[in-house]
């Protein structure tokens, strides 16, 4: 599964993010049933109160998303969005990718590999449920 971030309702990341899933769909689209196996995510933003979002996930401790260099609430609301690709391909069961919109894939990925990560990730989130 490819899922590709994009900021809904701007036209530059819109078009970014066709630029990565045209660059994906050139390695990939002979491969698999590409358009379901590819899908767009539109960014949690700070307008969209990521910290409520995440506290209402039980992520209490948002105090690691403090740092010098960046907007709190644009950590958290990329953090958010990463979030929720990640149990998206969780809950697909098959082995993932998730791309910025600006991304461009240059070389084919090594998907199988992909599913040790996801196999972790499971082990992970049963353990700490």
């Known amino acids: 599964m490819f899922q590709i971030i994009r900021i809904k309702d701007n036209e530059y990341s ?3 993010a066709q630029r990565c899933y045209d660059s994906l769909k050139s390695f990939y689209g002979n491969n698999y ?3 379901n ?3 767009f995510f539109d960014a949690i933003t700070p307008k969209d109160d990521p910290e409520k979002i995440l506290r209402s996930k039980g992520i209490k401790n948002l105090n690691g998303f403090i740092e ?3 907007r709190w609430e644009n950590v958290l609301a990329a953090f958010t969005s990463h979030f929720f ?7 697909s069961n098959e082995p993932g990718f998730i791309f910025e919109h600006d991304a461009v894939v240059i070389d084919a990925l090594p998907i199988e590999s992909v599913q040790s990560v996801l196999n972790n990730l499971k082990i992970l989130l049963i353990k700490s449920n």
Not at 85 to 91: D, E, G, P, Q, R
């Open 14 to 16: 819109s078009k970014a």
């Open 85 to 91: 690709c990640w149990n998206n391909i969780l809950k």
């Open 33 to 35: 049933d590409f358009d």
């Open 68 to 70: 010098p260099y960046s």
């Open 37 to 39: 196996y590819v899908s």
